[in-house]
Antibody, heavy 121, light 110 residues
Framework: QVHLQESGPGLLKPSETLSLTCDVSGYSVASGYYWGWIRQPPGKGLEWIGSIFPGLSTYHNASLKNRLSISVDTSKNQVSLRLTSVTATDTALYYC??????????????WGRGTLVIVSS | SYVLTQPPSVSAAPGQTARFTCEGNSIGSLNVNWYQHRPGQAPVLVVYDDTARPSGIPVRFSASSSGDTATLTISRVEVGDEADYYC?????????????FGGGTKLTVV
């Protein structure tokens, strides 16, 4: 069974850089079709942040594109997110998700339980 | 960018049928995915590629998509079905593909 566990700093100040990691167990990050980050601001719905196809390509939400980078570390079996110049609008529950089998429609088959990030001075 | 529109809430009594709509321009030409999200828990994929159910998802969950509307149907609703439900597509119409979520619909079992 694939298990995803997100971790991060919890609290950040505006203008700082957010770094999150997603520890993957039960599956190799190198074997996944793609991995994604999704967030949920307080009281709002899910928002796609970005997706990475290991060894191939990365796609970002256009609203975050200039601040965002996503990577995989096959030696640690992790997926990482880095978001620069955070503001209060980046406050959200951040989820890591996977697609481990080939499908047509871009779904995510496994999700972590999320890590809360609060941006406040 | 592509937009998916969902009603904010739906209610159903136990044993009844709950239907969730997801509207988007020519959504019938895309593959639609649906997620169940209970507060404090990881979202769960309940339908992918329009109509397919992942292993472990009850047959009570079914979906369809045509024209500008996709629909998730939960038959014989149970109290444990109370959650937020999100539709999602991968929009490949632009230069880069975007994963797009609807705003979500809260199911209240009354």
């Amino acid at each position: 069974q694939v298990h995803l566990q997100e971790s991060g700093p919890g609290l950040l100040k505006p203008s700082e850089t957010l770094s999150l990691t997603c520890d993957v167990s039960g599956y190799s990050v190198a074997s996944g079709y793609y991995w994604g980050w999704i967030r949920q601001p307080p009281g709002k719905g899910l928002e796609w942040i970005g997706s990475i196809f290991p060894g191939l390509s990365t796609y970002h939400n256009a609203s975050l594109k200039n601040r965002l980078s996503i990577s995989v570390d096959t030696s640690k079996n992790q997926v990482s997110l880095r978001l620069t110049s955070v503001t209060a609008t980046d406050t959200a529950l951040y989820y890591c998700a996977s697609r481990t089998t080939l499908v047509n429609g871009g779904s995510f088959d496994f999700w972590g339980r999320g890590t809360l990030v609060i941006v406040s001075s | 960018s592509y937009v998916l529109t969902q009603p904010p809430s739906v209610s159903a009594a136990p044993g009844q049928t709950a239907r969730f709509t997801c509207e988007g321009n020519s959504i019938g030409s895309l593959n639609v995915n649906w997620y169940q999200h209970r507060p404090g828990q990881a979202p769960v994929l309940v339908v992918y590629d329009d109509t397919a159910r992942p292993s472990g998802i009850p047959v009570r969950f079914s979906a369809s998509s045509s024209g500008d509307t996709a629909t998730l149907t939960i038959s014989r609703v149970e109290v444990g079905d109370e959650a937020d439900y999100y539709c999602q597509v991968r929009d490949r119409s632009g230069y880069d593909p975007d994963w797009v979520f609807g705003g979500g619909t809260k199911l209240t079992v009354v």
